[in-house]
């Protein structure tokens, strides 16, 4: 192209190149509109003419501690420094370092760290030592999860986007649809008991001493938001013992404060056998993620080798930003600030209910939550379906357009709008970006049937 001709902006120019040579994840590649963001900070990402937007998802809820933060860079430059990269064989301080913090937060005896590159390649890395290490096969897992995109995650998730994959997964994963309050009739002591049942019968229908682990969601993230019935991690552990089946936590979305605690399943007094980690443990500055599994798993490759391998296992300048962003939770308090700010957000929540006949319900752990959108209120028909077709997307795009519009960025999935900003995220700041979705929730209120 002849660049004295070319009057497009900068803005324009980037997002061309980017349509025209990259693919885009989990979308149709004709028609995309991405933001091109120059650059970032705190809850705030800004384009290239510096129009803000309020990032009310932290990225893809891996932000916590929140854009920008230069501590993280100052980290980062001075392991790259001194050394970029060593084989996984050889160590650093950072990685030894890091391995201890991480058994310091850990409950039990989770103490030995596995470093991974991402939260798929932690949960393929599980899967495959649960099996070994038990000598079984099957996988016990949740049809309204997400657990990655490679073949064994994907296969173990429940998500709707890997059904074009169907006939290609990889085999001995057992689903279970765990019910959830908001559509369950009978009482919140019968949906613990019925939980827990249908995980009884059916460790009992696929052969106790075939099940290698259950594999859980530390709490429900993209699936919905589906907050566990009380109780039940802590039946969920007292079935594994019984049956000496492992359970393994997947704590890529829950973890590192984003449900005010370090982990989700800390919100039950259980200590799991292994727990997969990613996005909250490096936030998005670089890609890393962690399986962190207890000495009794550990001393069985005491004598014997251990199958699993990385050529970035422990990458040193990952080690070093995982380092100093657990040092940003405890230096900010951010944890503590989840929670301060779980219990503001919850209550102007209530407060638009009032004023959103189309707000059917409203789940969240920390600042892990979604709106749930409904047609009526008291049939709970929702404004669009699970894994709605486009043709029955056609309110909630608007409202997800209008979200845009208005200069946010969050998740609009079927009938769910989410609300997981950075954990440093301030009243004000959740006081502006409830304003944008209040007014967009004008358009799902038009739609009502019955308010
Ligand atoms: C609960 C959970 N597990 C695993 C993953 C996969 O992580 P990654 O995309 O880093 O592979 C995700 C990603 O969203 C997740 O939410």
Same mark, same amino acid.
């Given at each position: 192209?002849d660049t004295?001709?070319?009057?497009r902006t900068?803005?324009?120019q980037?997002v061309?190149?980017?349509l025209?040579?990259?693919?885009?994840s989990?979308s149709k590649?004709k028609g995309?509109?991405p933001?091109?963001?120059k650059?970032?900070?705190g809850v705030?990402l800004?384009d290239?003419?510096?129009?803000?937007v309020i990032d009310?998802?932290s990225?893809?809820?891996?932000?916590?501690i929140?854009?920008?933060n230069q501590?993280?860079?100052?980290?980062?430059?001075?392991?790259?420094q001194e050394?970029?990269y060593?084989?996984?064989?050889c160590?650093?301080?950072?990685?030894?370092?890091l391995?201890k913090k991480l058994?310091?937060?850990?409950?039990g005896?989770l103490?030995?760290?596995?470093?991974?590159?991402?939260?798929?390649?932690?949960?393929?890395?599980a899967?495959?030592?649960?099996?070994?290490?038990?000598?079984r096969?099957?996988i016990?897992?949740?049809y309204?999860?997400?657990?990655?995109?490679?073949y064994?995650?994907?296969?173990?998730?429940?998500?709707p986007?890997?059904?074009p994959m169907?006939?290609?997964?990889a085999?001995?994963f057992?689903h279970i649809?765990?019910?959830?309050?908001y559509r369950?009739?009978y009482g919140?002591?019968?949906?613990?008991k019925?939980c827990?049942?249908?995980?009884?019968?059916?460790?009992a229908f696929e052969g106790?001493?075939?099940?290698?682990?259950?594999l859980?969601?530390?709490?429900s993230?993209s699936?919905?938001c589906f907050t566990?019935?009380?109780?039940f991690?802590?039946?969920?552990?007292k079935l594994?013992?019984?049956?000496g089946?492992l359970l393994?936590?997947?704590?890529?979305m829950?973890g590192?404060?984003?449900?005010?605690?370090?982990?989700?399943?800390?919100?039950?007094?259980?200590?799991?056998?292994?727990?997969?980690m990613?996005k909250?443990?490096t936030?998005?500055?670089?890609p890393?993620?962690c399986l962190?599994?207890?000495?009794?798993?550990?001393?069985k490759?005491d004598?014997a080798m251990? #199958? $699993?391998?990385l *050529?970035?296992?422990?990458?040193?300048?990952?080690? /070093?930003?995982?380092? =100093?962003? +657990?040092k !940003?939770?405890?230096?900010?308090n951010?944890i503590?600030?989840t929670?301060?700010m779980e219990?503001?957000?919850?209550?102007r929540?209530?407060e638009?209910?009032?004023?959103?006949p189309?707000?059917?319900?409203w789940?969240?752990q920390g600042?892990?939550?979604c709106?749930?959108?409904?047609k009526?209120?008291?049939?709970?028909?929702a404004?669009?379906p699970?894994?709605?077709?486009?043709d029955?997307?056609?309110v909630?795009?608007k409202?997800?357009?209008?979200?845009?519009?208005?200069?946010?960025?969050?998740?609009?999935?079927?009938?769910?709008?989410?609300?997981a900003? #950075? $954990?440093?995220? *301030?009243?004000e700041q959740?006081?502006e970006?409830? /304003?944008?979705?209040? =007014?967009a +929730?004008? !358009?799902a209120?038009?739609?009502v049937?019955r308010g």
């Amino acid at each position: 192209m002849d660049t004295a001709l070319d009057t497009r902006t900068e803005s324009q120019q980037i997002v061309q190149d980017n349509l025209d040579y990259t693919l885009f994840s989990w979308s149709k590649q004709k028609g995309q509109n991405p933001l091109a963001i120059k650059y970032a900070e705190g809850v705030y990402l800004y384009d290239y003419d510096d129009n803000r937007v309020i990032d009310f998802s932290s990225g893809l809820m891996n932000v916590n501690i929140g854009h920008g933060n230069q501590r993280i860079t100052e980290a980062v430059m001075k392991q790259m420094q001194e050394v970029a990269y060593v084989t996984p064989s050889c160590v650093t301080k950072a990685r030894g370092e890091l391995g201890k913090k991480l058994a310091e937060i850990c409950p039990g005896d989770l103490n030995k760290a596995f470093f991974t590159l991402c939260g798929a390649t932690s949960i393929e890395n599980a899967l495959k030592l649960a099996r070994i290490s038990t000598g079984r096969h099957k996988i016990i897992t949740r049809y309204q999860s997400y657990h990655g995109a490679s073949y064994g995650a994907a296969s173990a998730g429940g998500d709707p986007r890997k059904l074009p994959m169907d006939s290609q997964q990889a085999p001995n994963f057992v689903h279970i649809d765990i019910p959830y309050g908001y559509r369950w009739e009978y009482g919140e002591e019968n949906l613990l008991k019925e939980c827990l049942q249908r995980f009884e019968r059916t460790i009992a229908f696929e052969g106790p001493g075939n099940i290698a682990a259950i594999l859980l969601e530390g709490a429900s993230g993209s699936s919905g938001c589906f907050t566990y019935p009380k109780g039940f991690l802590k039946g969920i552990r007292k079935l594994c013992d019984q049956h000496g089946i492992l359970l393994i936590m997947d704590e890529v979305m829950s973890g590192f404060g984003r449900t005010g605690k370090w982990f989700g399943f800390e919100h039950e007094d259980i200590v799991p056998d292994m727990i997969c980690m990613a996005k909250g443990l490096t936030c998005g500055y670089l890609p890393f993620g962690c399986l962190m599994v207890t000495d009794r798993i550990a001393s069985k490759f005491d004598d014997a080798m251990l #199958p $699993l391998g990385l *050529t970035y296992s422990a990458h040193p300048v990952c080690c /070093a930003a995982a380092l =100093e962003t +657990l040092k !940003i939770y405890e230096d900010e308090n951010l944890i503590e600030n989840t929670r301060a700010m779980e219990r503001y957000l919850n209550g102007r929540i209530e407060e638009l209910k009032k004023q959103h006949p189309s707000i059917g319900d409203w789940r969240n752990q920390g600042l892990l939550g979604c709106l749930e959108i409904v047609k009526d209120r008291s049939t709970r028909e929702a404004m669009a379906p699970f894994n709605a077709k486009p043709d029955e997307m056609v309110v909630m795009n608007k409202v997800a357009a209008k979200i845009r519009e208005l200069g946010m960025y969050t998740f609009v999935r079927w009938n769910y709008v989410f609300i997981a900003p #950075p $954990l440093c995220v *301030t009243k004000e700041q959740i006081d502006e970006g409830l /304003a944008i979705i209040s =007014e967009a +929730l004008k !358009i799902a209120d038009a739609n009502v049937l019955r308010g």
